[in-house]
């Protein structure tokens, strides 16, 4: 998956958690543990992280959608003012 996602901090914390699980170094219910997450939940996100990648991990909002109302000020022709 060669697309790029941004993360927050809190979101890379689940993706390094979900990696060290993959890779054997911690169990599902220790990693959930790190993460302040019920066991059930922590597998919620490792079967979301297999179907989609680490952008499962990244809030919708971000990811998902963008807003009907969203402007684009530049496709109106607008240009910021230099700063000079």
């Known amino acids: 998956m060669d697309e790029w996602v941004t993360l927050t901090i809190k979101e890379r914390k689940r993706v390094h958690a979900i990696h060290e699980g ?4 911690l169990t599902g219910k220790k990693a959930a543990g790190m993460l302040s997450l019920l066991l059930r939940q922590m597998r919620r996100l490792i079967g979301s992280h ?3 990648g680490d ?3 990244a809030h919708g ?3 998902v959608h963008r807003s009907e109302r ?3 000020i530049f496709a109106a022709g607008h ?3 230099s700063s000079r």
């Open 22 to 25: 993959e890779a054997g170094r």
């Open 50 to 52: 297999r179907r989609v």
């Open 55 to 57: 952008a499962a991990l």
């Open 61 to 63: 909002n971000r990811v």
């Open 70 to 72: 969203r402007i684009d």
């Open 79 to 81: 240009r910021p003012k």
